[in-house]
């Protein structure tokens, strides 16, 4: 795979085009979308046989206050909510213009996917994300990322833009803060090459790059990634070789509850709605309302670098509108037991575990790991899975203009015609993994995608 370079511009292309989209999962499409309805000549290019990226690995899920459907169920929500929640998360560490510009703008975008394109987007009302003081969250029918990619592509291949698969840019043709074309590549190893008046990053982030999350974020380096390979920082090298400014770049989600050694994504909500975690010795070890990001660490800190999440069968039926909990289930990731010491048995703890572990939490109020409990028992049948940390996705990245979303200059200057967007662009995670807000990768390719598309 040739290396992300720059250099001096062509003298000719083989093609020309006014927006050229570097990637198309979520970002890509959606920025694609809203150039093609200002009238924009539009190419998106796409390194994969078929779109996917991070957000196929995700359960679809954008955040989003002061939609129409929040109305219609009932759920009193605002902006300015909204923007508190994310630096509450991320204690004050994000650009503000840039949270305040996310918070305003990602209701009008859910609105649009649904009036203009059909996206059949629903909001989770039966469970509570952490940190969100309202149910913000919009998904599809299957709650599921693949779903969401899918929709997108749909609606691309419908209105004729073109999209053309296997073809990795490698080499930015720049000059004085201006990129002209895009040279990539083909399967065959011939090149091509693009005139562009509009480039607009896609690419995602860096978390399939291991010597880059050894650099940023070496505390993660050694867990499971769970991202798309395509995350190989080609936004950032690019970048730093144009004097581009970066933001964030040790923020990332991780994710403390996937099934080991399944690999499949257990939804947070079997926690937040009364479940909890124990290591191998089937002893609680922290305070699980924290969220799933800080969670990876948290259990690869356990021995074994793995841990049970412990719930019941209420909650299953919560979690099993989620497509990836079913398909848990069909592997065999789930253990189920009529009583707790029959589950301890199952699960090799010492028997009286996890009854001491029930035991030990307040029906209201604190426990002496500082979680806060309200009247959420839990009932048998009881269910557990083995579950480890893993990287999701970076959150920091390329410097932009909020507004624009055009990519800053170190010297604090806009590159003129050079946009980013999702994991190639800074998010609102703070500067590490605490900071991650459910939502939040979503929120930003879905915002800054449809900002950038506009141009």
Same mark, same amino acid.
């Given at each position: 795979?040739? !290396? ?67 109305? +219609? ?18 204690? &004050? +560490? ?37 940190? !969100? ?126 099934? !080991? ?45 793995? =841990? ?19 398909? =848990? ?18 699960? &090799? ?20 790991? &500082? ?12 269910? =557990? ?49 605490? &900071? ?20």
């Amino acid at each position: 795979m040739a !290396h992300p370079d720059i250099a001096a511009p062509l003298p000719e292309y083989d093609i020309e085009v006014g927006t050229l989209v570097i990637g198309a999962g979520a970002a890509g499409m959606i920025a694609a979308l809203r150039a093609y309805e200002t009238g924009q000549d539009v190419l998106v290019i796409e390194a994969d046989p078929l779109p996917s990226g991070s957000t196929a690995l995700s359960a679809g899920l954008i955040p989003a206050a002061g939609t129409k459907l929040q109305q +219609e169920a009932g759920i009193e929500d605002s902006a300015t909510l909204f923007a508190q929640d994310i630096q509450k998360k991320a204690r &004050g +560490e994000n650009e503000q213009a840039l949270v305040d510009v996310l918070a305003h703008n990602a209701a009008p975008v859910i609105d649009w996917l649904m009036q203009t394109h059909g996206l059949p987007f629903s909001v989770v009302t039966n469970f509570d994300y952490p940190g !969100h003081g309202r149910r913000r969250m919009h998904g599809l029918p299957t709650r599921s990322g693949e779903e969401l990619i899918n929709a997108l592509r749909g609606r691309i291949e419908h209105l004729g833009i073109p999209l053309i698969c296997e073809r990795r840019a490698v080499t930015l043709y720049a000059q004085t803060g201006r990129v002209h074309g895009v040279q990539v590549m083909r399967p065959d190893g011939a090149a091509e090459t693009i005139a562009a008046q509009r480039t607009i990053l896609a690419c995602n982030g860096f978390g399939g790059n291991r010597q880059m999350v050894s650099r940023y974020m070496p505390e993660i380096n050694e867990s499971l990634w769970f991202g798309h390979d395509g995350n190989n920082g080609d936004a950032i090298s690019w970048g730093e070789k144009l004097g581009a400014a970066t933001r964030h770049l040790g923020a990332y989600q991780g994710h403390g509850n996937v099934a !080991h050694p399944h690999g499949i994504l257990i939804t947070w909500a079997v926690i937040t709605e009364g479940g909890f975690q124990v290591n191998a010795m089937g002893q609680r070890f922290w305070n699980e309302a924290q969220g799933y990001s800080e969670a990876a660490r948290a259990v690869l800190s356990q021995p074994q670098g793995y =841990a049970w999440s412990v719930f019941d069968a209420r909650i299953a039926n919560i979690a099993r509108q989620f497509a990836d909990f079913k398909n =848990a289930e069909r592997q065999g990731a789930l253990i189920w037991a009529d009583t707790l010491d029959a589950l301890d048995e199952k699960c &090799g703890f010492e028997t009286g575990s996890l009854r001491q572990a029930v035991a030990a939490r307040p029906a209201q109020g604190e426990d002496n790991f &500082g979680r806060t409990w309200s009247e959420q028992h839990l009932n048998g049948p009881f269910c =557990a899975v083995k579950v480890t940390g893993a990287l999701f996705h970076t959150q920091g990245g390329l410097d932009i203009d909020p507004k624009s979303a055009r990519v800053r200059m170190k010297s604090g200057e806009l590159f003129q015609n050079l946009y980013a967007t999702g994991g190639a662009a800074v998010g609102v995670s703070g500067t590490s993994d605490s &900071g991650y807000l459910s939502g939040n990768g979503l929120l930003a390719a879905s915002v800054l995608g449809s900002i950038a598309g506009l141009g």
